[in-house]
Each structure stands twice: as C-alpha cells, then as structure tokens.
C-alpha cells in the first residue's frame, strides 16, 4: 500500500488527466445541441460531471471555473422538453458566469 | 398537421427561487419530473435560477404555469420573482426597446420626443441613475414612443412581481421594525 500522501498524489494526477485537458473521458450527451453546449462550456474551463443517482430526467451539471461553494452550477436534462433552448440556456449561464477571469471590473454593480 | 394552436409561442423568462440555497441532483429531478423539463436550474452564490424557454398562448401564462410546476415539485421552494428588476439604467431602458442609449439620452433630457420623461428614482452607483421601468414604460406608450405590445411581457413581468411581493409582505425580516418605522414616518 502506498502512503496516503502519495495515494492523494496519484489521484490529482488522475483528476489533472481526466479534467485538465479540456477532452475528459466523459460520456456524450445525445443531443448535438446540449453536447456541443457542454464542449463549448468545457472550452471555457467548465467541468461537465455525469449524474449518479440514476434519475430519469438529470444528465449531470456543469460547474464553473470556480472550483468551490460559491462557484456556478447548472443542471443538464437528459431529454428537455426543446433541445435547442436548452443548450441555448446552458451557454446563457456561460456568458453570465461572474466568476470568469476576463470578467470585466465594470460589469460588477 | 400541429394540434397546437397557431397562437402559441416560445416565451424565454427566468425565475428566482426562495426557500432553497442549493441544488441536488434530487431536487432538480424532481423540478424536471413536475413540469420543469423546459428550465434550465442553476444556482449562483446561493441562489437558485431556473431559466424557462417554455411554450404557451401568452407571456402570463407561461410565467404562471411554469410557477405552478415549481410548487408541484414540492423541493421546499417557491418563486421569488422573475428576473426582471423594475429599477432599470438607461442603457437597460435601451435594450427593452431595442434603441440605442443615445436615443434614450435624448428622451431623458427633452431633445427628442414629447419631453417631461420621468425623473430618476435613485443612484445605482455615483455616476449611474436607476430609472423605475413601470413609470418610464407608461410614459413611452403614453407618448407614442413605442407600440404597448412592445413592453407588455415587461409590464406584465412587473405586475406579477408586484403580486409575487405583495404575497410576500407576511414574512418580512424585520416585520416590528418595519412597523415602528412607518408609525414614526406617518407622525413626522
């Protein structure tokens, strides 16, 4: 058995490998419009999580640049009601992200 | 041949969510699985948007049903309000009617139109003033400015906030401080 520091190295290694370079081994979405929204987002430094609990209707959600409590999320249907809008909708959140780096200081109130 | 009728149309509105500060991937099942499956829900810094793109016969009654199916998601949360503030800067009265902020500089300050625009209500920051949209909205329409079906969705966004907020009135903050403030405004 390793260390644990070690085993905690290793698995920021795995994360760097399979978030960091932007073409995660996530699964697609079905939709062409809602995937191309989530690689768009993933261009800007979103990461894309599949759901786990099995639901019917969540794909997943995709989580802002900022890493924590604070940052933005946005939920992802597997099968919305219009595709279009939805991915639509999902980069609307995108552009309005207040955490983006290139956020510009006089768009805060 | 489509059995909807031709009337209706796709209606893009957001509502603000209270009673939640995060969502789980439970809660948003289950907002899907209650009629929200034409919202997008996010959340920023604890608050929770769902962003509708949904079809209807009119802007109230999309906005009206898709409230509806957020209470039927029974998540513990109700709608704020539509994001759709009533204090507005010039460049915002701009974009709700597709002008430029120039063009409406000049209405603010008589070069052009009828003149007698309202006046400001308050600062936003020291250099931009904050107009209340309900009052600049009635003067446009009133002086021929631009069509009613222009600023109806706006108008009817603004009365069903009003309404959201008068509902609301029972749980304020500081409801005994609110009342001794308005007994010693009404006694100056």
Redesign the interface.
């Known amino acids: 058995m390793p260390p644990i520091t070690t085993a905690v190295a290793m698995l920021d290694t795995f994360q760097a490998v399979s978030y960091g370079t932007g073409m995660a081994s996530r699964p697609r979405h079905t939709d062409a419009h809602v995937e191309a929204a989530l690689a768009a987002a993933e261009e800007r430094g979103w990461r894309v999580e599949k759901a786990t609990g099995g639901h019917a209707h969540v794909w997943g959600r995709m989580l802002c640049p900022q890493a924590t409590r604070e940052g933005c999320i946005a939920f992802i249907h597997s099968t919305p009601r219009n595709p279009q809008s939805h991915a639509r909708n999902l980069q609307k959140r995108v552009d309005g992200c207040p955490h983006q780096e290139n956020c510009e200081q006089g768009e805060f109130p | 041949m489509s059995d909807k009728p031709m009337c209706e149309r ?1 209606y ?1 509105f957001s509502l603000i969510l209270s009673g939640v500060t995060e ?1 789980t ?2 809660k ?2 289950a907002l ?2 209650a009629g929200c ?10 608050r929770v948007w769902l ?1 509708f ?1 949904r ?1 209807a016969t009119s802007y109230k009654n999309a906005v009206l049903s898709a409230i509806r199916d957020v209470r039927r998601a029974n998540i513990g949360a109700d709608v704020e309000r539509i994001d759709e503030c009533n204090l507005v800067t010039l460049s915002e009265i701009a974009r709700k009617i597709g002008k430029t902020p120039q063009y409406v500089h000049q209405l603010v300050t008589g070069a052009r139109g009828p003149g007698r625009f309202p006046p400001p209500e308050c600062h ?2 020291d250099t931009v003033l904050l107009w209340a949209w309900c009052t600049v909205s009635f003067w446009l329409t009133e002086s021929n400015i631009v069509r009613p079906e222009v600023v109806e969705d706006l108008d009817t966004a603004y009365l069903i906030n009003s309404a959201l907020e008068e509902l609301r009135d029972g749980r304020c903050p500081q409801p005994t401080a609110t009342e001794s403030l308005k007994k010693e405004l009404a006694a100056l």
Do not use: K, Q, R
């Open positions: 796709e893009d969502l991937e439970d948003a099942e899907f699985a499956d034409d919202a997008t829900p996010s959340v920023i810094y604890g962003e793109s079809v936003l920051t």
